[in-house]
């Protein structure tokens, strides 16, 4: 039997549409940083299927910021593009995507720039289609309106060099955000050293966002390659398991979790035990462990990604050195999203009380362990 839903009658007088001036300069202040949007434009390369992502941070001699991100991924048709763009694009036909509410491309993008554009196609016999979305055009007709602006020579070659045949190429350009404050000398030596500290970070953060997808050896997702301004991004696995120990056995490490629907989903928890850092030297400390205070804690994955690190999400405080060895590292899939009511960065998660406690007594032992080995009792 099949009920019969019928749409309720629209009243045009209930009608009340968003400024669109003032909601798309709104969305901008969403709480990314420049790093976090970056991560989030590479979760739709990974989820067109690319397998090469180049990432190129550029200013010119006036003080004009670019960043260009490249994928050669399946790209998009005229329809693809034009739905990329919508805020609020429609959902992916993988629910297991990095991409999730259809918003990062955009509120990422705007959040370091006021300007940014799309370029793609699927094939190399294709044309390349372009739109853009100009901040400040939007806010001087105050209507949701696009630009479809001419594809210039230094964005086909730009195409061609960072994209190849076929896939997607991201301009963000008006980057008025993109450093945190402005210089006396735009596009001099301070400025162009706060771009280089940029790039340096951004291939530390993503090193550990995507460790999974950058690891080879790794066969529980693809291997992917990522490059920012020519330099392959390493995977760093802050879990060093080459010389910490999972201390979790194994039948502890599957966490069954019921949704409000009724169904059971799983989720993996490891409780690794770093080396002291008097047994390692200081290269493994500073490339591989990286013993910190800020490091302890929990590394949360959705589908293999990073989506927040550091800290035990309340369980208990994360400021004492005695804990620093201790690391949760904890992966749950799409179908969990809603569990973990996963923010639209992607950045945050929250736990359910139960949930808290259930996490707190399994891993108190191992909590207690790691402040043990610190201290070296035996």
Not at 178 to 200: F, N, T
Not at 275 to 283: T, V, Y
Request: proline share 3%; glycine share 6%.
């Amino acid at each position: 039997y099949k009920e019969l839903i019928t749409m309720p009658d629209i009243n045009p007088d209930m009608i009340n549409e968003p400024d669109p001036s003032r909601l798309i300069h709104g969305l901008r202040d969403t709480g990314y940083d420049f790093y976090t949007a970056a991560a989030d434009i590479i979760d739709n390369s990974i989820a067109a299927d690319a397998s090469n992502i180049n990432i190129n941070l550029e200013i010119a001699a006036d003080g004009r910021k670019y960043v260009y991100f490249g994928d050669n991924g399946h790209g998009m048709n005229e329809d693809g593009l034009h739905n990329a763009m919508r805020y609020g694009a429609q959902v992916r036909e993988n629910l297991a995507s990095l991409g999730k509410f259809g918003l990062g491309l955009k509120t990422a993008s705007s959040s370091i720039c006021l300007k940014y554009s799309l370029i793609s196609r699927k094939e190399a016999s294709e044309e390349l289609k372009k739109l853009t979305w100009d901040l400040e055009h939007v806010g001087d007709v105050n209507a949701w309106e696009m630009l479809e602006e001419t594809i210039n020579s230094d964005e086909e070659e730009l195409f061609e060099e960072l994209c190849g045949e076929s896939g997607t190429l991201l301009v963000w350009s008006k980057c008025d955000r993109l450093l945190s404050k402005a210089y006396d000398q735009p596009g001099g030596v301070k400025e162009q050293k706060a771009i280089d500290h940029r790039k340096q970070k951004l291939i530390d953060h993503c090193a550990l966002i995507f460790h999974k997808y950058l690891n080879s050896a790794d066969k529980s997702h693809r291997t992917i390659n990522i490059n920012v301004n020519g330099v392959s991004v390493e995977y760093w696995n802050p879990f060093y398991p080459e010389k910490s120990e999972q201390v979790l056995p194994d039948k502890l490490t599957k966490l069954p979790i019921i949704t409000e629907d009724g169904s059971e989903h799983v989720a993996t928890i490891k409780a690794w035990i770093l080396p002291h850092r008097k047994d390692l030297s200081s290269e493994e400390n500073s490339k591989y462990a990286k013993i910190t205070n800020r490091g302890q804690g929990f590394y949360i994955h959705r589908e293999g990604r990073v989506i927040h690190y550091g800290g035990y999400l309340g369980l208990w405080r994360a400021d004492d050195p005695h804990w620093s060895l201790f690391r949760v590292e904890f992966d749950f899939d799409h179908n969990l999203d809603e569990a973990f009511r996963v923010d639209v960065k992607k950045s945050r998660i929250l736990l359910d009380p139960a949930l808290e406690e259930a996490l707190k007594e399994l891993l108190e032992p191992a909590h207690k362990e790691a402040d043990r080995r610190y201290r070296r009792k035996q």
